[in-house]
C-alpha cells in the first residue's frame, strides 16, 4: 500500500471568498471522513455544526466537531462533512471527499486516477401515456366457506 498525501484547499459555503492557504493532506482510503486543522477552519470561519464520535489514526474512539466546507483539488471540487482536528490529529483527506473529488489511488502507478462516475438508467423505454396498460388476475374458483358462526373465539389475559 503506497502512502499519498494531496494538496488540497478548502472553502467556507457560506461565503466563499473565505479561503485556506494550500495543505497537504494525507489520502486515507479507511477514514470516511477528512480532518482539518481547527486552526485553519476557525481562520475561513466555518462553524461546527454538530459533535460526532470518530476513530482517529490510533483506532481510539474521540469526540470532535464537525462542520461542511468545499474542498478543492486538482481542478476539481466537492462539498463535505470534515472534521475539526485537535493538536496532535493527523491531517486527512478521507474516502467521501476522495470519491467526491472522482479521484481514486494508483498504487502501481503512484498516482491518482479519475474514477468513472455510474448513473442510473432505465432497463425500458417507457411507455406513453397515451397508451393505458393493463393488470389481468386470474384466480382459482373458491369454495364456499363454512358457517362461521358455530367457531367460538376465546380470550385470555
Known amino acids: 500500500m503506497s502512502i499519498f498525501k494531496i494538496r488540497i484547499v478548502a472553502r467556507n459555503p457560506g461565503n466563499e471568498t473565505l479561503v485556506t492557504p494550500a495543505l497537504?493532506?494525507?489520502?486515507?482510503?479507511?477514514?470516511?471522513?477528512?480532518?482539518?486543522?481547527?486552526?485553519?477552519l476557525k481562520r475561513i470561519e466555518v462553524v461546527p455544526r454538530r459533535k460526532?464520535?470518530?476513530?482517529?489514526?490510533?483506532?481510539?474512539q474521540v469526540e470532535r466537531a464537525v462542520g461542511h466546507v468545499i474542498l478543492h483539488s486538482n481542478g476539481r471540487e466537492t462539498k463535505d462533512e470534515v472534521v475539526f482536528a485537535e493538536f496532535g490529529d493527523s491531517m486527512i483527506l478521507g474516502l467521501r471527499a476522495l470519491e467526491g473529488l472522482g479521484l481514486s489511488p494508483d498504487d502501481t502507478e503512484h498516482r491518482f486516477i479519475s474514477m468513472i462516475k455510474f448513473v442510473a438508467f432505465q432497463l425500458h423505454e417507457p411507455k406513453p401515456a397515451s397508451q393505458p396498460f393493463s393488470i389481468t388476475v386470474q384466480t382459482a374458483p373458491r369454495k364456499p366457506r363454512k358457517d362461521s358462526s358455530r367457531y367460538k373465539i376465546a380470550a385470555s389475559r
Open 24 to 40: 497537504d493532506a494525507l489520502v486515507d482510503t479507511r477514514s470516511e471522513l477528512t480532518w482539518l486543522p481547527r486552526e485553519a
Open 52 to 60: 460526532r464520535l470518530v476513530s482517529n489514526a490510533g483506532k481510539s
